[in-house]
């Protein structure tokens, strides 16, 4: 079933618009760095990888990433309040 949500949420991340591709914003910057470094460093800013990675650790995402991601459109308030059910 992990494998089913992993594969559907790469496959979000890749008709997902803008989502991860866009410039990060200074709150991202800030609030992200750390997970960017910890779990996505070898994806490029803005890549279409990086969307990949960063939404197959989502849960593993700090609570303020998520939030400068909802924040800059990047993850809707639904898959926040999904991340917080799994453990946030």
Do not use: W
Not at 17 to 28: H, L, N, Y
Not at 38 to 57: F, K, T, V
Request: aromatic letters at 6%; one cysteine or more.
């Amino acid at each position: 079933m992990k494998n089913v949500v992993i594969a559907v949420a790469a496959l979000m991340a890749l008709y997902a618009g803008p989502s991860f591709a866009a410039e990060p914003t200074p709150a991202e910057e800030k609030y992200c760095a750390h997970d960017y470094r910890q779990y996505c460093n070898e994806d490029g800013l803005g890549s279409q990888l990086l969307a990949i990675c960063m939404r197959q650790h989502g849960k593993e995402l700090s609570a303020e990433c998520i939030k400068a991601l909802e924040d800059a459109g990047e993850v809707t308030h639904q898959e926040e309040a999904e991340l917080e059910k799994m453990g946030k």
